[in-house]
């Protein structure tokens, strides 16, 4: 389903304990990276012979291999530890490479020697197929933080791209939305970040106040037992004073937030960005394709450390856009669907209805009379549109809220949290919620209005069926222009959607 580039064919660098970068020549057959730190000693295993899955291990994983094996701790054979657990090979058969292992642990070694390595153990010391996020060795604080979010597994998105996250490299991914990809970062950033007072480490930008409240509560929610990480959002709309206030009183160590109000911070010297270490844009080709937000993000990175990592995300990412993001990358790992019809979700069940415009009001009211549902989001083209249908829908004893950019910042987000948080069943609002934000408990997207493109239908109905789960898309079509979209809907991303039938199978779009 993915296709990545760049992990085996390039020299990947990593830090040592001293900070400087360990390049470790490639090999056409088998690659062994080693990374020093203070935090779990990680060994990464890349094959494309073998057809191993990347896997990682832990330190004492690796001491007790070694042991078994009966291999020096100084070095690892790699053609030896093939012959031991792959089966015979002829000595000359791969290409043998050394590595040095550094002990920061005498100890280590002992309590190997103690503890005998179980035969399932060594049968899966290489190519781990993630089944959990126990495998990617995270810190206990995040392990205990994401059982409490209810996460068993990840998903395929966070099993490609976190192994490699954590270990400091640039990320490219496109995934389809509600694939987890605002997990990647924020449990990577979270896992290497070492606080230190006063110092901003990591700093991630999005195109809406929404989005960056979204995140921001992601970056709290896992971070609960990690108390000495702190979290703050900026963004237009408030008093910038009181922005500046709160970082000269306690300045957070991750930043999210708009670009303009971060360059506005940053240029008055109240924000400093000398030290971060993880730069990371969410919905990149939404503020590199606009002109102005890419001249602010481009000044924002000017003013970071040259050395850092960088991180992009969105869930469509045109081949157009890629080499602009590139520029701000060293060798990233691209992690892109191989082919633009995989973007369609899986679990969402797609209808469109033919009507004319003057009976939209009362084919909705109809549906939301039929259709069983947790919450649904209305989706419509214009801000005074959404103040009217609204208006109309609590007329008719259907209790709804909007969201639209011509309200006040503190209303709109006083809305979100209330629908987010489930005192609201129904929202209706234009596009500024139809890209990142996520919203769980909603089923069913219903597109008043058609989208002005085949990109901002993905968006828009991607709010529902999130992370896998079941959903429904329903979209009036009540116009040629209409037609013409869904056409390119169904074209681009080769889904055949059907006119909605009279009736509908509630276990199709209702998780169980």
Avoid at 444 to 461: G, K, Q
């Amino acid at each position: 389903m993915f296709k990545i580039q760049g992990s085996s064919q390039t020299r990947s660098p990593f830090r040592t304990r001293r900070g400087q970068f360990r390049q470790i020549p490639p090999s056409p057959h088998l690659s062994i990276y080693i990374l020093h730190s203070p935090k779990p000693f990680f060994l990464l295993l890349l094959s494309r012979t073998l057809d191993l899955d990347p896997g990682i291990l832990s330190r004492s994983s690796i001491l007790n291999i070694l042991q078994n094996l009966k291999l020096k701790p100084s070095y690892l054979s790699l053609s030896e530890l093939k012959r031991k657990k792959m089966g015979e090979v002829k000595d000359n058969e791969y290409e043998e490479e050394l590595v040095d292992f550094e002990d920061d642990d005498p100890k280590a070694l002992d309590s190997a020697s103690a503890k005998p390595v179980s035969d399932s153990a060594k049968r899966g010391y290489v190519g781990i197929h993630s089944s959990g996020f126990r495998d990617f060795l995270l810190k206990p604080e995040l392990l205990r933080a994401i059982v409490d979010s209810g996460f068993e597994h990840p998903s395929e998105v966070q099993h490609e791209c976190i192994p490699q996250a954590i270990l400091g490299m640039d990320v490219i991914c496109q995934a389809k939305s509600g694939m987890g990809k605002t997990a990647v970062f924020v449990l990577s950033s979270l896992q290497q970040i070492e606080p230190v007072a006063g110092q901003v480490a990591a700093l991630v930008l999005c195109h809406t106040r929404e989005l960056a409240y979204q995140i921001c509560h992601e970056f709290e929610r896992f971070s609960t037992y990690l108390p000495d990480i702190r979290v703050a959002v900026f963004y237009g709309g408030v008093n910038i004073r009181i922005h500046k206030d709160m970082l000269k009183n306690e300045c957070p160590h991750i930043v999210v937030g708009t670009p303009g109000r971060i360059l506005a911070l940053a240029r008055d010297k109240d924000l400093g960005l000398k030290n971060v270490r993880h730069f990371i844009l969410d919905e990149c080709d939404k503020m590199l394709e606009s002109l102005d937000m890419r001249r602010d993000v481009q000044e924002i990175f000017k003013m970071t450390p040259h050395d850092k990592q960088v991180m992009m995300f969105s869930a469509t990412l045109s081949k157009e856009i890629r080499p602009v993001c590139k520029k701000f990358m060293q060798e990233p790992m691209e992690i892109y669907v191989d082919d633009e019809t995989k973007l369609t979700l899986h679990g969402l069940v797609q209808h469109y209805i033919l009507l004319k415009e003057a009976e939209k009001n009362r084919k909705l009211n109809d549906l939301l009379d039929a259709l069983d549902f947790n919450q649904v989001v209305i989706f419509v083209k214009s801000v005074t549109r959404a103040a009217e249908l609204n208006k109309l829908l609590t007329e008719c004893n259907f209790p709804s809220i909007c969201i639209h950019s011509g309200m006040a910042q503190e209303e709109r987000l006083k809305r979100y949290k209330n629908f987010k948080e489930g005192q609201s069943r129904i929202l209706v609002a234009t596009d500024l919620v139809g890209r990142g934000i996520d919203i769980e408990r909603v089923n069913i997207v219903i597109n008043y209005d058609m989208p002005d493109s085949a990109d901002t239908y993905l968006h828009r109905v991607g709010r529902a069926g999130r992370f896998g789960t079941k959903g429904l898309a329903i979209t009036f079509v009540s116009s040629t222009s209409d037609s013409d979209v869904l056409n390119q809907v169904q074209s681009r991303f080769e889904v055949d959607i059907k006119e909605l039938p009279e009736q509908i199978d509630t276990s199709t779009y209702m998780p169980s």
